[in-house]
Each structure stands twice: as structure tokens, then as C-alpha cells.
């Protein structure tokens, strides 16, 4: 995955660390099969919660506004699909 999206202006009052953090995981995601991937996210979203790292919802809202933008109207629906589930999952 390309690190552009980290430059994007709406991010600016993201801390730089958690911006980092997102770019790794997607690197390490990008080697995962879609199978592979749910599990992946769920065992990334719950080691950070063990390091403290959390992010807020408008944080979360505009990471995933940003990684949509300059999808197709598929890649974006899964895109959203995928915090769907996740939502599922916290509760």
C-alpha cells in the first residue's frame, strides 16, 4: 500500500504514531489472503488496545473516508463491509 494517504490534510490532528502504526499494518496486511485478513485485523485491533492505542470515532471516520477516497464504488462498499463487521465484533 502506497504511504500517500498518510500526507492527506484531514489526518493532520492524527497523531503521527497511529498514522505509523495504520501504515504498518496495512504493509502486513497487504501479504494476507482476504481469509487471512478479518482474523489479522481482529488480533491487530485487540494488541493495540492492549498498548493503549485507541483510536476516537472521528478519528476512525476520517481514516476510513481518506482510504476510500479514489476507490471504486466495490472497493469502497468493502471497505465499509469491513467496519461493519468490526463494529459487530466490539460489541
Known amino acids: 500500500m502506497d504511504s500517500d494517504w498518510?500526507?492527506?490534510p484531514n489526518l493532520a490532528g492524527i497523531d503521527p504514531a497511529k498514522l505509523?502504526?495504520?501504515?504498518?499494518?496495512?504493509?502486513?496486511?497487504?501479504q494476507k489472503s482476504q481469509k487471512e485478513l478479518l482474523p489479522f485485523l481482529m488480533a491487530a485491533a485487540?494488541?493495540?488496545?492492549?498498548n493503549g492505542t485507541q483510536f476516537s470515532r472521528d478519528e476512525m471516520d476520517v481514516i476510513v473516508e481518506v482510504l476510500k477516497s479514489g476507490k471504486s464504488r466495490e472497493e469502497?462498499?468493502?471497505?465499509?463491509?469491513?467496519?461493519?463487521?468490526?463494529?459487530m465484533m466490539k460489541k
Open 6 to 8: 498518510m500526507n492527506n
Open 76 to 87: 469502497a462498499a468493502k471497505i465499509d463491509q469491513m467496519m461493519q463487521i468490526m463494529k
Open 20 to 30: 505509523a502504526m495504520l501504515q504498518s499494518l496495512a504493509s502486513q496486511g497487504s
Open 46 to 50: 485487540s494488541s493495540s488496545q492492549k
